[in-house]
């Protein structure tokens, strides 16, 4: 399984860096996707990362998130900046097979921002 940290208070405008850390499961990946989940809505992927490190942003992220990872450790990252209210949520992390099929996933770290 994988575990989510960094999460935070934070004022509009503020940044936070999460952190997603697997035992294995993100080295062995195909695709990391992170994805928040608002009170009340579905889970939102707002970016993803390839085994080959290319990235891919939702419309809201683009321009102000990050994804990264480290080729040699089983951790992905997601830099975040310029927040605002509408960024509030659970923030989780999963991992994807070639199939697109989640091979591990965590219970994610809570975002607010507040106005």
């Known amino acids: 399984q994988l575990v989510e940290s960094g999460g935070g208070l934070v004022q509009t405008g503020g940044s936070l860096t999460l952190s997603c850390t697997g035992s294995?499961?993100?080295?062995?990946?195909?695709?990391i996707n992170w994805g928040r989940r608002a009170p009340g809505k579905g889970r939102e992927i707002v970016a993803e990362?390839?085994?080959?490190?290319?990235?891919r942003y939702s419309d809201s992220a683009k321009g102000r998130f990050t994804i990264s990872r480290a080729s040699d450790k089983d951790v992905v990252y997601l830099q975040m900046n310029d927040l605002k209210p509408d960024d509030t949520g659970v923030y989780s992390c999963?991992?994807?097979?070639?199939?697109?099929?989640?091979?591990?996933w965590g219970l994610g770290t809570q975002v607010t921002v507040s106005a």
């Open positions: 990362i390839s085994w080959t490190h290319t990235s």
């Open positions: 294995g499961d993100i080295l062995n990946a195909y695709t």
């Open positions: 999963f991992a994807l097979d070639r199939f697109n099929a989640p091979t591990a």
